[in-house]
């Protein structure tokens, strides 16, 4: 085990662990806790709301195979990877004060809340729930494979061995912490992610002799690597540009994203994550990527695309930075899954227990079913991580394009377009994931049709059919209640 | 079916006006992003030009289209929106 690597990573993940418990104490201040456990009740500034949302964004994907993917492909990998750009704006401002001002108006605590309130329809309430559930536990354990991979790449435990660190680490915080734990550690993951970019960019530049000396360098392997159509001309441009809907504009569909749109504090809040956040996103997706096209003549034949950030560190770094540097992946994982881990819990708790199997439960009785909801997502994650079965491979697939046809229609035309209603609601639902599940299979097999990601089509499709539902049964104009609903 | 004789929330007015933003700059992002991309990236790399030691259309596509969204993103938030409360309780209307 290399200590120099492995001692940054330990002291990263203590501080992470002393931060949960510092999120439990404040709890026990904070007057309401549902709202504070699964919300951290609304308190959040602009640095904290945009280094979460970033944070929370940037998974495993960012950080390893995506700058892997860069490595083999070039140029053409980075450009699609800055359509991301638009997540650090897009889904604060068109969100925005509305959903933020409605929320409160709701007292919604989760997106499922905002849905059930607008639509008024228990079938909105379950097919939404459903859905958080299977696809984003899916996910979630999918990173959480991801992160334990990571551990045992840079320690060399077992794999087990692994998994088990990385599941006390993240269990512990956010089940005692709660959503103000997630992203209190996901502002310190953000900003490691943030300087670690910055660093890493820098020695690899300078590893290579300079910009001009490296480009050069990636002429002389393959001219196709400093274009925008990828190393073999892969890359069209209409397939490209369908990544804007995939990771640009769609990401507002994301319940993990959205509901990050309701806590924070007051308007001047949002306005600053705005710009830091554009600036961090942008910033890590350009870093990340050319880091990985630069790695290329640094250090050519990495055979595995998610081996080229943790090689590339350990050869142009000092270990004790490189074991710094290397704390950014970690903590962009550990970010995802424990954002992903508070909102199924509170799907679970919030909007189906409380909904449906015991609506009157004292307070006393929600702080134990939550903290041992929280506790056990996390147990059957860290068991079916152990050995991942076939069906949580397949069903990840679907988690971030399948959720964002789901939602993006409910909750943006929920929020603008009085003529929304719940049949349009339910029926753009369930297209928007039927359809994602039809056409990824279709692509799978044939080809991309059209030539686009799957995310385009069923985008378009649970747009239309939301519309026509909602005109074919049309009701009343919805007026959001002028008052909190409670009063 | 209720309140159908009262006011839009003005807040909601400004909120609106908000998300027109944000689609505008979405727009502006992408035709920059793809302009570039497409536009000088098309021809055989032979034939590139080079900024900074970056081939021209990925300098002004990805880097200059990041500094670009960055510098519209400051400028819409300090000029165009409106700090409004988000709580009903504290109503008062114009704050600064």
């Not at chain 1, 450009?79 to 108006?105: E, H, S």
């Not at chain 1, 001047?268 to 554009?278: D, E, F, L, P, S």
Request: with cysteine; aromatic share 14%.
């Amino acid at each position: 085990m290399n200590w120099a690597v492995v001692l940054p990573l330990l002291i990263f993940l203590v501080v992470i662990f002393f931060v949960g418990l510092w999120a439990n104490r404040k709890m026990a201040e904070a007057d309401g806790f549902l709202s504070d456990y699964f919300l951290g009740s609304r308190e959040f500034g602009g640095l904290v709301l945009a280094m979460t949302m970033v944070a929370t964004y940037g998974s495993a994907s960012s950080f390893l195979g995506g700058p892997g993917a860069a490595y083999t492909i070039g140029f053409g990998w980075v450009l699609l990877a800055m359509t991301q750009v638009a997540t650090g704006y897009f889904v604060l401002l068109i969100l925005g004060k509305k959903f933020a001002i409605v929320a409160r108006r709701y007292n919604a605590v989760t997106l499922v809340d905002f849905l059930k309130e607008r639509y008024k329809s228990k079938a909105v309430v379950l097919i939404s729930a459903f859905s958080i559930l299977v696809f984003l536990f899916s996910a979630m354990a999918a990173q959480w494979v991801g992160g334990a991979y990571l551990i045992q790449s840079l320690t060399g435990l077992s794999y087990i061995g692994a998994l088990f660190i990385f599941t006390l680490s993240v269990l512990v915080y956010v089940t005692a912490g709660g959503f103000r734990a997630v992203v209190i550690t996901d502002t310190l993951q953000g900003v490691i992610m943030f300087f670690g970019t910055l660093i890493l960019l820098i020695a690899v530049i300078m590893a290579g002799g300079g910009i001009t000396n490296i480009m050069s360098e990636l002429v002389a392997i393959n001219p196709n690597l400093i274009t925008p159509f990828g190393q073999d001309g892969q890359l069209n441009a209409a397939y490209v540009s369908s990544f804007w809907i995939l990771v640009g504009v769609g990401v507002i569909g994301l319940p993990q994203i959205a509901v990050r749109a309701m806590s924070y504090k007051d308007s001047q809040a949002m306005h600053r994550a705005i710009i830091i956040g554009t600036i961090v996103v942008g910033f890590i997706m350009l870093g990340m990527h050319l880091i990985g096209v630069f790695a290329r003549p640094v250090m050519p034949g990495i055979e595995v695309a998610d081996q080229v950030i943790p090689s590339v560190a350990l050869e142009v770094l000092p270990p004790w930075l490189a074991g710094i540097i290397l704390a950014a992946p970690l903590a962009a994982i550990m970010s995802t899954v424990d954002s992903l881990l508070i909102l199924v819990s509170s799907t679970v708790v919030k909007d189906v227990y409380m909904n449906y199997i015991k609506p009157n439960a004292s307070n006393d009785t929600v702080k134990k079913v939550s903290f041992g909801v929280t506790g056990i997502i996390g147990i059957i994650a860290f068991v079916l991580s152990i050995s991942p079965p076939e069906l949580l491979i397949f069903l990840n697939l679907f988690a971030f394009g399948g959720l964002e046809s789901a939602f993006i229609w409910p909750l943006v035309l929920g929020l603008y377009w009085k003529f929304a209603n719940k049949h349009g609601a339910i029926a753009s639902m369930i297209t928007g994931i039927g359809s994602y599940i039809a056409i990824h299979l279709y692509n799978e097999a044939y080809g991309n049709l059209f030539g686009v990601h799957t995310v385009t089509v069923p985008v378009f499709l649970s747009l239309a059919v939301f519309v026509l539902f909602s005109l074919l049964f049309k009701q009343e104009p919805y007026e959001f209640p002028a008052n909190n609903i409670n009063k | 079916m209720r309140n159908n004789n009262k006011q839009t929330d003005p807040r909601f007015r400004i909120a609106h006006r908000e998300a027109l933003i944000g689609c505008g700059l979405a727009v502006i992002n992408i035709l920059w992003w793809y302009g570039f991309a497409y536009g000088l990236g098309s021809k055989p790399p032979e034939q590139y030009t080079y900024i900074l030691g970056f081939p021209a259309w990925f300098f002004y596509s990805c880097i200059g289209g990041f500094v670009l969204m960055v510098v519209l993103v400051v400028f819409v938030v300090k000029f165009m929106l409106k700090e409004v409360p988000l709580d009903d309780e504290e109503k008062e209307e114009g704050s600064q």
